[in-house]
Nanobody, 121 residues
Framework: QVQLVESGGGLVQAGGSLRLSCAAS????????MGWYRQAPGKQRELVAV???????NYADSVKGRFTISRDNAKNTVYMQINSLKPEDTAVYYC???????????????WGQGTQVTVSS
């Protein structure tokens, strides 16, 4: 079994910063892409940022320049530094990882339980 544990969410004022962390643990042979999604009330879940095992990144246009995704492969952990927060960034942020449990297994996506980010105006 693979588990993703997220941390770093909270309540901040507009213009503030947060750093989210997500650590994968359990039966892991290798971790492929990892990413962050978010879901605001009444809206669908959207991709915020993704990073490949080799460090290639992609961002949603709405967060480009403010959010930075990174990873530590030795720790199976993905991070997201969030700067210049806006009220519209308020959402539950979910970690996602594509994991190969063993070398002979099929890779599957796993999700964290989410961490709340609330930005006050």
């Amino acid at each position: 079994q693979v588990q993703l544990v997220e941390s770093g969410g909270g309540l901040v004022q507009a213009g503030g910063s947060l750093r989210l962390s997500c650590a994968a643990s359990g039966k892991i042979f290798s971790v492929n892409a990892m990413g962050w999604y978010r879901q605001a009330p009444g809206k669908q879940r959207e991709l915020v940022a993704v990073i490949s095992s080799g460090g290639i990144t992609n961002y949603a246009d709405s967060v480009k320049g403010r959010f930075t995704i990174s990873r530590d492969n030795a720790k199976n952990t993905v991070y997201m530094q969030i700067n210049s927060l806006k009220p519209e960034d308020t959402a539950v942020y979910y970690c996602n990882a594509n994991v190969l449990p063993t070398w002979y297994s099929r890779a599957d996506d796993y999700w964290g339980q989410g961490t709340q980010v609330t930005v006050s105006s």
